[in-house]
């Protein structure tokens, strides 16, 4: 595992060690913790677009399409008896 060195002011210090005792974790694992969820940000943006595009090409398969008729008119999505 790689050491690195860090300059924070000494009221943040105080406070984020604080805050980290709180929710029962050390700084470092709190650190460890932001620079893996940091770093993973990319990849999970990466994901998220494969998924996108996979979701796109499902409805712009042939025989998929949408209309506007398929939808309730403004009348009958607010008439409360419908509903019973």
Known sequence: MKQFTLDVDESILRSAERKAQE???SL???ILEFLA???AKEDDFE????E???LRSK???PGRSFSAGDRLDRDS???RDALS
Do not use: I, M, T, Y
């Not at 994901?47 to 494969?50: A, S």
């Open 23 to 25: 929710a029962g974790k």
């Open 28 to 30: 470092a694992a709190v």
């Open 37 to 39: 969820g940091f770093s």
């Open 47 to 50: 994901r998220l677009v494969k």
């Open 52 to 54: 996108e595009q996979f």
């Open 59 to 61: 409805l712009q398969q």
């Open 77 to 79: 999505l607010h008439d």
